[in-house]
């Protein structure tokens, strides 16, 4: 027996942050198995954008002005949605992402250095806020807003997107670390909470992926290896970074109800090894 055949017929998926790199490419795979897509993002002509593209190549999908961090925008888009697509099957909380605000110059701190350096002491209360309001408050609020589409239905389920720092932390990046945390956390509370309900939560984090969020620590301004990207690839077993494709076949597995019906509340990494090294 074939373990599973994703056919996701008619069933509305909600995505957040469909603007940006991974959901794009999530939204794209999702437009070939029949699903009807809410394209949502701050980032408007992103999603204007993806929704031509999508529905130019015979997909269905629409996309939607939203701001994750407000209940207002997300009710008002909720009622879009029901009359343009239907009640949510799947949510994907894909909006997320750092800000150099909440990020150190330092990996370490050095008493010495503490005046040419933004160090732990000199990261702006807003700019960490901002981190943590977007990657944690940014999935609990959709969550809670289209997860009650699903109440009573089959075959929903609840995507986050969490990362490698949620399993150790990464140096410099202390607020993104803590809320990527906390999406794991989450993730596994919800999964309890919905018991009953039969709405399966799971999450995936990704290992390390080049994109415009951290390219600039990745590489120098000739496009060499920074320290970081060599530290980086000499953690992560398979030796490189991943390609963005390669996270669709675990999106695909956990919405598909054959292939997943017992699977809730893991966090699967897709990192080539990284959080399996130990580094000796
Ligand atoms: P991205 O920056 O390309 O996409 C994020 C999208 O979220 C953008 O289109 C942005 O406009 C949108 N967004 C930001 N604030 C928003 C708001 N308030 N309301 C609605 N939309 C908003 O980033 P990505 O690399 O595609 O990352 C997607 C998710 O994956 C994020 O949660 C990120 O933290 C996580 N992640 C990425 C990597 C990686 O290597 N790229 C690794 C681990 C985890």
């Not at 996701?8 to 998926?13: C, D, P, Q, R, Y």
């Not at 806020?129 to 109440?151: A, E």
Request: glycine share 8%; charged share 20%.
């Amino acid at each position: 027996m074939i373990p599973f055949e994703i056919n996701l017929l008619n069933k509305v998926v909600v995505i957040t942050g469909a603007g940006g790199i991974i959901c794009n490419t999530f939204a794209k795979a999702l437009s070939k198995t029949g699903a009807k897509l809410a394209l949502l993002d701050i980032n408007e002509e992103a999603v204007l954008q993806l929704e031509k593209e999508i529905n130019e190549a015979g997909g269905t999908s629409q996309a939607y002005k939203c701001n994750v961090l407000s209940s207002d925008s997300l009710k008002k888009i909720h009622e879009e949605i029901l009359k343009d697509l239907g009640l949510c099957d799947i949510l994907i909380n894909g909006a997320g992402g750092n800000n150099p605000k909440a990020t150190t110059d330092d990996e370490y701190l050095d008493r010495n250095k503490m005046n040419e350096l933004k160090t732990f002491y000199d990261l702006d209360e807003d700019g960490i806020r901002f981190v943590f309001d977007l990657n944690f408050m940014g999935t609990l609020l959709p969550t809670q807003i289209f997860s009650k589409d699903m109440l009573g239905k089959e075959g929903c389920s609840v995507i986050n997107i969490s990362s490698m720092n949620a399993y150790t932390p990464l140096t410099k990046i202390p607020a993104y670390s803590a809320a990527k945390a906390g999406i794991s956390n989450f993730t596994q509370w919800l999964a309890v909470y919905f018991k009953n309900e039969n709405i399966r939560c799971n999450a995936i984090a990704p290992g390390f992926f080049v994109t415009k969020q951290n390219e600039k620590m990745l590489f120098n301004d000739l496009g060499e290896p920074t320290e970081r990207t060599k530290k980086i690839l000499s953690n992560t077993p398979m030796n490189r970074f991943g390609k963005i494709d390669e996270l669709v076949g675990t999106l695909f597995f956990l919405l598909c109800n054959d292939a997943s019906s017992f699977v809730t509340g893991v966090v699967i990494p897709v990192d080539g090894g990284f959080s399996a090294y130990s580094g000796v």
